[in-house]
């Protein structure tokens, strides 16, 4: 190489790519020997410029951005291929050289803003390590500086503060801060928003693409929501178990899909599912039908007249909370606030908010498990507060619950049948007999092979699980269905089998759901009316339609419009 | 902050009363008379039992003796021993001596512990944890008084480099044996509540996040590892501190060190309730405040935990 050579003009700079991933592979050893984690990845990143890559958890897609920083865990190493980082091979350096890279020249974002800040050290010197680690001025006053950049508010006083009294938006534009506080070339952001609001989620992400813009910094943006990725790339990359399966222009990606699994990513993203069910309709397609019958006329799945029947009546529904504030007193708290609604028979109510708008504590109070302070909840013409606890027990086998975390609501120690079949045996239905055959109908039911009885839930994907808890719900023939969340812990694909899965039971069962979840998306895929709370006010309620096409709050259209991708405009044949 | 240190130190009241109450209770309840059982073999006469055992209260009823004890004590006059010693000279004789030994202990089982157990956290499953692992075992199945006796013949009397007893002139460098012991059976367990939090921690976001902004591998280590994993690690120290106080029996007695153990051991054969209830309350001092310290240093560790109200 030549001096001549050596001397880059800002113009040569821009047309190089800063990050060049040729060829990757990483593999991981594990007790069963090495796993190839990632093959044959390519990417490229040219300065300033967003991409992103996409794909479902396992997906190599993290793996294959914390090698670029060179932070994979300890059993993981790079096998094979080249991290050219300005047309330096980083992918073997040592670790001198990449302590010199991080921060300065590579920054990162990680994923969940509650686990990565240290609990015991103050935000402020949680910056100022970092701004003096990279030689850069770090007093007070530089400190505030990189905060309020990142958007943090009355940044001087904050600085002094400790993880634990911010709020996870707040945590997060904290780590925004840390990351691009010594002005990084490159910017890994590890899915930087999944852990959030969609609201706050919208806030942080346009603050991040303003403050790279203004850096000019060149950000790999790590996503599972395909939506996000094109309303906030340039590029994506998917990757589908652990290889690159297309890449491309964001929006020619999203609109002609080449690759069998990015086709299938594009079908079923809630995000852009708002106007694929728009576009389902007005032509009539047919697989409108496994969505929830709704107030639209269409093809008579569910008898008539059982819709018009109120099964559920909520009625000013109220609940205080007593929040201890020591030496005896106590503040209350309101987490429910004169709510009031009512669910017709074999339709699918949501009720959608931010976390702590209340949502769960409605749920809750349906479901019998909290007493509601005042107000009353009517279930098929009888208010449940003035069961006796016979009556309770038998109101319990009407009205079942699915819960968020298909890892958390299922015993580790019990198997899937001895799971499913828990419910019979509690109210007594049925002998053994036919019990075991009541299982074997409901493993059918939701689509799971009869051998899955004997496993255990730690054998099981997520998916899976979430299936298993589904058959335990219906186990003993409810009415209606309480979805706390239940599919906002799955994979976009996943996700959607699900939901098909208990559209399809609600057609051919008539069920009724309770639908609780903060994702819209969802919502327009699965609800016919919506209930929208906030800080334990309903403050919307109408059909999806409605609430979806002409929202009368400010509050739904803020959400609304938070949902990522809402803006992207899909020709209805891609969809 | 000051209210609630002030609220922990009020409680000790009780605790104090208590605990004083029920060893009191204890010794007056141990079979044999402490006055016949000083004479062995040549009992006095009636009258010279009769007249110690006024001079010592014992033909009060238990409440009463517990009283005058009780009021001995806010008066500050503790007494004197059955040898005619003033109680309160003789705590301060053995006192120094115990403290001086414990908190050497202390400082061996700390450094080693958590310098053996960090390193051994941090290279876990290569050979220096492996090793450090099986050695800690060793160090806790042999009883102290094996390894006292043993590193007394050996580091004492045949190596010659420090002195096997320690006799009445007690200080921090003939201590050090004796410290040493102590310190060796709480030193295994300090190392490996120290490894298993260093591991804990070493796989957190945030220690990940330290080291994505740049930091170097030692910055890393100290800030964010080694601060997070001494939780645990404090609790134990302070509860140790309390053994290390009041259980060195067996460790004074081998190298002859005059302190607390040792006094506390020949009052309770002797029945000498005084004596035993005037240590014990020390000992009960030291417990309360070792613990308050350990929660103040919570609080300094971890911002999260705050004592208010």
């Known amino acids: ?575 | 902050m000051i209210q609630y240190i002030l609220r922990r130190l009020l409680q000790i009241i009780p605790v104090f009363i208590g605990t004083t109450l029920l060893v009191y209770f204890m010794v007056f309840a141990l079979p044999g008379d402490p006055i016949r059982a000083l004479f062995g073999d040549r009992p006095p006469s009636e009258a010279v039992i009769a007249q110690l055992r006024q001079q010592y209260n014992l033909d009060q009823p238990f409440w009463v003796q517990y009283g005058l004890f009780l009021k001995n004590l806010f008066t500050f006059n503790l007494g004197v021993d059955f040898t005619g010693q003033p109680i309160a000279a003789s705590l301060g004789r053995i006192f120094p001596v115990t403290v001086m030994l414990a908190v050497e202990a202390l400082i061996i089982q700390t450094v080693f512990g958590v310098t053996f157990g960090l390193i051994a956290g941090l290279r876990k499953g290569k050979i220096f944890d492996a090793t450090v692992l099986v050695a800690s075992l060793v160090v806790i199945a042999i009883p102290t008084f094996v390894l006292g006796f043993v590193l007394q013949l050996l580091i004492g009397v045949q190596l010659g480099w420090a002195k096997p007893t320690v006799g009445a002139n007690a200080d921090w460098g003939n201590l050090i044996l004796p410290a040493t012991v102590l310190g060796l059976v709480s030193f295994a367990y300090v190392l490996r509540l120290t490894r298993a939090s260093v591991i804990e921690n070493m796989n957190a976001d945030y220690v990940r996040t330290a080291t994505a902004k740049g930091l170097s591998r030692p910055r890393v280590v100290v800030t964010h590892i080694l601060r997070n994993s001494m939780i645990p690690v404090i609790t134990y120290l302070g509860a140790s501190l309390g053994g290390l106080m009041g259980g060195a029996i067996v460790t004074e007695s081998i190298f002859n060190v005059p302190g607390v153990g040792q006094k506390l051991f020949q009052a309770v054969i002797r029945s000498e309730g005084p004596t035993v209830v005037a240590i014990v309350s020390v000992l009960v001092l030291v417990f309360v405040i070792a613990n308050l310290l350990v929660d103040l240093l919570y609080a300094w560790l971890d911002p999260r935990i705050r004592y208010e109200n």
Request: charged fraction near 25%; include cysteine; charge should be negative.
């Open chain 1, 1 to 575: 190489m030549t001096t001549a050579d050596v001397r880059i003009s800002e113009a040569d700079l821009a047309d190089k790519p800063l990050l060049e991933i040729r060829d990757l592979a990483i593999s991981f050893k594990t007790g069963s020997g090495e796993v190839q984690a990632v093959r044959n990845a390519h990417l490229t990143i040219m300065p300033g410029e967003t991409v992103a890559i996409v794909g479902e958890s396992g997906s190599g897609k993290s793996t294959t951005a914390l090698a670029a920083i060179g932070l994979l865990p300890a059993n993981g190493r790079v096998s094979g291929g080249q991290i050219l980082l300005d047309g330096e091979d980083i992918s073997h350096a040592p670790e001198k050289r990449m302590i010199e890279l991080r921060g300065n020249t590579i920054g990162m974002v990680p994923q969940d803003p509650m686990s990565n800040l240290n609990p015991v050290w103050k935000i402020g010197y949680q910056v100022k390590e970092t701004l003096r680690a990279n030689g850069r001025p770090s007093g007070p006053a530089d400190v505030a500086k990189v905060l309020a950049q990142a958007g943090l508010p009355d940044a001087e006083r904050r600085a002094k503060q400790y993880p634990h009294e911010f709020s996870g938006g707040m945590r997060q534009r904290a780590l925004i801060a840390i990351g691009l506080s010594c002005q990084p070339r490159l910017l890994i952001a590890d899915e930087p928003t999944s852990a959030l609001d969609v609201t706050v989620q919208r806030q942080i992400l346009d603050h991040l693409e303003t403050m790279t813009a203004e850096l000019g910094t060149a950000v790999l943006l790590i996503t599972h929501d395909l939506g996000l990725a094109a309303e906030r790339a340039d590029k994506v990359v998917v990757m589908y178990r652990g290889q690159v399966v297309e890449a491309g222009p964001s929006l020619e990606l999203l609109q002609n899909p080449q690759h069998p699994y990015t086709q299938r990513l594009v079908a079923s993203a809630p995000s852009l599912a708002s106007r694929r069910i728009q576009v389902a309709k007005e032509l009539g397609v047919e697989s409108d039908e496994l969505l929830a019958p709704g107030t639209t006329p269409r093809g008579a799945v569910v008898v008539e007249p059982t819709m018009t029947e109120d099964v559920l009546q909520i009625q000013n529904l109220k609940k205080v909370f007593k929040l201890r504030s020591g030496f005896g007193k106590s503040t209350d708290f309101t987490a429910v606030d004169d709510v009031s609604f009512s669910v017709k028979r074999g339709t699918t109510t949501a009720i959608v908010g931010e976390s702590g708008s209340g949502k769960s504590t409605v749920a809750q109070m349906v479901l019998n498990l909290l007493q509601p302070t005042s107000g009353k909840i009517v279930f098929d013409g009888v208010d449940t507060s003035t069961l006796n606890n016979k009556e309770i027990f038998a109101f319990r086998r009407r009205v079942q619950p699915i819960f968020q975390d298909p890892y958390g609501s299922l015993d580790p120690m019990y198997n899937i049948f001895r799971t499913i079949e828990e419910p019979l045996r509690t109210h007594k239905i049925g002998d053994k007999a036919s019990r075991e055959k009541k299982v074997r109908e409901l493993l059918d039911q939701v689509a799971l092979p009869q051998s899955t009885m004997q496993r255990y839930p730690n054998e099981l994907s997520g998916g899976q699980r979430q299936r298993v808890a589904i058959a335990r719900a219906l186990a003993l023939d409810p009415e209606v269905i309480i979805c706390d969340e239940a599919v906002s812990a799955l994979d976009v694909l996943v996700q959607a089998q699900v939901l098909n899965l208990l559209a399809e039971l609600q057609s051919r069962l008539g069920l009724t759901y309770l639908f609780i979840t903060h994702d819209l998306a969802v919502v327009r895929q699965i609800a016919d009316h919506v209930c929208v709370m906030e800080k334990g006010k309903l403050v919307e309620t109408g059909s999806t339609d409605e609430v979806f096409d002409a929202p009368q709050r400010d509050y739904t259209k803020a959400l609304l419009n938070a949902i990522p991708g809402a803006r992207l405009m899909l020709p209805p044949e891609v969809a």
